[in-house]
């Protein structure tokens, strides 16, 4: 069973920053792209941004663009999700996904356990 693994997720004030990492086996993080998706209470689960599997294009939801940075370590399976100037609005519970990349949850075949995310004002 493939298990990618969310870890960051915390409590910060609007305009504070966290950094979320996501942790995939190797076959998966050297095959797949990278997304991260979150889901609000009460709200659909949203794009967030991707980072294709070779690590050199990246997208961003308009809602975080410029203020979220998605990288990637080969060296650790790692991706990681750098998120500043934090508002109330992104509170959620964050999934990182590997697939064919896109920003629809239906191109992603493995997911995360999430790790939530409250960004108070």
């Known amino acids: 069973q493939v298990q990618l693994v969310e870890s960051g997720g915390g409590l910060v004030e609007a305009g504070g920053s966290l950094r979320l990492s996501c942790t995939a086996p190797g076959s998966v993080f050297h095959s797949y792209a990278l997304g991260w998706f979150r889901q609000a209470p009460g709200k659909e689960r949203e794009f967030v941004s991707a980072i294709s599997w070779h690590g050199d294009t990246t997208y961003y939801a308009d809602s975080v663009k410029g203020r979220f940075a998605a990288s990637r370590d080969a060296a650790k399976n790692t991706v990681y999700l750098q998120m500043n100037s934090l508002r109330p609005e992104d509170t959620a519970v964050y999934y990182c996904?590997?697939?064919?990349?896109?920003?629809?949850?239906?191109?992603?075949?493995?997911w995360g356990q999430g790790t939530r995310v409250t960004v108070s004002s």
């Open positions: 996904a590997a697939g064919t990349g896109g920003p629809g949850p239906d191109l992603y075949r493995y």
